[in-house]
């Protein structure tokens, strides 16, 4: 709680401006008290002129200073010096300066002069002034501040002047405005309007929010459905690229069996002609042995000849039956050969249907292929591979194409996945931004909330005393009772006013009332009609003597010798 220490005062009314007058308030309370005119009322004038800058009433031209010629000088300087504990327990000093001086007609001027609001405690410590402020106005508004009561209060409740202490009795308006300021209901009631003008800004701005909320809840839902789009687009790539493998290992397997097949067929070829070639051997050997069997034929020649010849014979036969064993191991060699070629035929021909079969799983397995490149096309918008049977050039191309669409597929999804990441933060702090939003505004809902409780107490307790005024109920029936009872009184008495002929007296008295009013409007219409003849008589003679006097003009106008006629009227 804030307190008074000490009051030094010089120079104001009746204090002396040559010495310093201190006053100590002791706590809990200090009485003053002393003789009628020895100052009372001047120390608490000091202390409100100390607190809120303000001078007692009636006191312009400088009557609360010390009356110079009291003091026999031309100027006295004045000094109010309050030294207080603010709310917090700080020690504080303000002091005001004051001057007047006396001008040649005797006339006085008061001029304010350097006014200080320090620390008292930093002044005591180190000797140097903790200066608040030297300004009026700052320190006007600064000590009821620090004493923690307005300004209002130390003016009409605390510091109240005797001679402004009546205005509890003052009229409604004045008093009203009284306790405006005491009680600072302007302060409250443009609280009030901020509070209310806030909740409406506030509830706008919830409106907005809450749209806001809105869109980015739809937004969400959209960007949720991209997501579900992506995996969705995922899974479809997932097993694109399944089907991709399995196509490209069939498309690899084929590939392989191609590549077996034709070297399969390639040896085949070969074998067959190596066989055709032993064939034609073999048919050229048996007709070498034809031949050679027509070709037998008797020897002819000399003894010595044939001898020589029979003496070669054996010879020759060893030597051509060597060459028949030869030609005998040849001719088996070559039938081992026919017979491993007839085999190899065999073989040959049984790989040829097997290759056939293979070749036509191959066209089926192309055909499922052509197939499936068609529809993946169609479903892929890949244009020019309706026809059949497709190329080479086409399948791959088709692949690569396919791969083009996978990766831009794939890129696709990056940049969506991206895209949804950017959302999703941007949505998470949108959201976050808005829960703080939220947060705050349940908090003003909640203070509002209590707001409106204490008002509602407040009707409550309004309503309690509007109950006690009910009480009043009783009272209006106390006060008809007596009513009923003046009434019955009243009658009691017109009763009586009857029993005493009041009314037939009254009549009678209305009557001559009348008569003689009567009598008077006929005097009165006498009056009128005398009033009027005592005006034509009036303006008769009027006329009589603008006549006399027409008459005499005339006569002095006359000419000896003229006849002067009068006509006289009587206007009697
Ligand atoms: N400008 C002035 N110069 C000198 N003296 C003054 C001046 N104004 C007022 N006085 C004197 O100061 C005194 C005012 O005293 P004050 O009204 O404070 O006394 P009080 O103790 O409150 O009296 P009361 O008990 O009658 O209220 C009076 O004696 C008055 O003549």
Not at 105 to 126: F, P, Y
Not at 208 to 230: I, P
Not at 276 to 289: A, G
Not at 419 to 438: F, G, I, P, Q
Request: aromatic share 6%; proline share 2%; charged share 35%.
């Amino acid at each position: 709680m804030a307190t008074l220490n000490k009051l030094a005062i010089r120079g104001i009314r009746s204090f002396d401006d040559k010495q310093i007058s201190v006053i100590e308030f002791f706590s809990p309370v200090t009485v003053i008290v002393g003789h009628n005119g020895s100052g009372k009322t001047t120390i608490i004038e000091c202390l409100k002129y100390a607190t809120t800058g303000d001078q007692p009433p009636n006191t312009r031209g400088g009557a609360f200073i010390h009356d110079p010629k009291m003091a026999n000088e031309k100027e006295v300087k004045a000094q109010v010096k309050l030294r207080f504990n603010t709310g917090n327990g700080k020690r504080m000093l303000a002091v005001r300066n004051l001057s007047v001086t006396v001008k040649k007609g005797g006339a006085l001027t008061m001029k304010t002069l350097e006014s200080i609001l320090a620390n008292a405690n930093d002044n005591e410590k180190s000797g140097k002034r903790g200066v608040i402020s030297t300004k009026c106005a700052e320190m006007d508004t600064e000590i009821p501040h620090l004493l923690g009561v307005s300004k209002a209060v130390l003016e009409n409740v605390i510091f109240c002047h005797q001679e402004d202490s009546y205005w509890p009795l003052a009229e409604p308006a004045a008093l009203k405005k009284k306790f405006d300021d005491i009680f600072e209901a302007t302060k409250y009631t443009k609280a009030l309007d901020a509070i209310k003008s806030l909740r409406k800004d506030r509830v706008a701005e919830l409106k907005a929010e809450q749209a806001r909320l809105e869109s980015l809840s739809r937004e969400k839902a959209h960007s949720d459905k991209l997501l579900k789009r992506v995996s969705d687009l995922n899974s479809t790539i997932t097993t694109k690229e399944f089907e991709y493998e399995e196509v490209k290992r069939e498309y690899d397997q084929l590939v392989q069996a191609n590549k077996k097949f034709y070297e399969q067929s390639t040896k085949f070829r070969e074998m067959y002609l190596k066989l055709e070639s032993l064939q034609e051997k073999k048919t050229r050997y048996e007709e070498d042995l034809a031949n050679a069997k027509e070709n037998l034929h008797v020897v002819s020649g000399t003894d010595e000849e044939v001898m020589q010849r029979l003496n070669n014979f054996d010879k020759h036969i060893a030597e051509q039956k060597e060459k028949r064993r030869s030609e005998a191991s040849n001719l088996q060699d070559l039938e081992d050969e026919l017979a491993g070629a007839r085999k190899s035929h065999m073989g040959a021909v049984n790989e040829h249907g097997s290759l056939k079969a293979e070749e036509k799983a191959q066209s089926r397995r192309i055909e499922e292929r052509e197939t499936l490149i068609r529809s993946i096309g169609t479903k892929h918008h890949l244009k020019g591979y309706d026809h059949s049977p497709l190329e080479k050039e086409k399948v791959v191309e088709f692949i690569s194409r396919l791969g083009d669409l996978q990766r831009r597929q794939n890129a696709e999804t990056e940049r969506l996945q991206t895209e949804s990441r950017t959302r999703m933060d941007e949505y998470n702090v949108m959201a976050r931004k808005l829960n703080s939003e939220l947060e705050a505004l349940k908090q003003q809902k909640s203070t509002m909330k209590n707001q409106i409780a204490t008002l509602r107490s407040k009707i409550t307790s309004a309503e309690f005393s509007l109950d006690q005024t009910s009480s009043l109920t009783t009272d209006i029936r106390t006060l008809q009772g007596d009513i009923e009872e003046k009434k019955r009184r009243l009658d009691k008495v017109r009763q009586e006013i009857k029993d005493a002929n009041y009314d037939e007296k009254i009549a009678e008295k209305s009557s001559k009332a009348r008569a003689l009013e009567d009598q008077r409007e006929d005097l009165n219409g006498e009056i009128r009609t005398l009033s009027l003849q005592a005006d034509s008589r009036a303006r008769l003679d009027i006329k009589r003597a603008e006549m006399r006097s027409k008459k005499n003009e005339a006569q002095n106008m006359w000419v000896p010798g003229t006849r002067l006629v009068f006509l006289t009227v009587d206007f009697s």
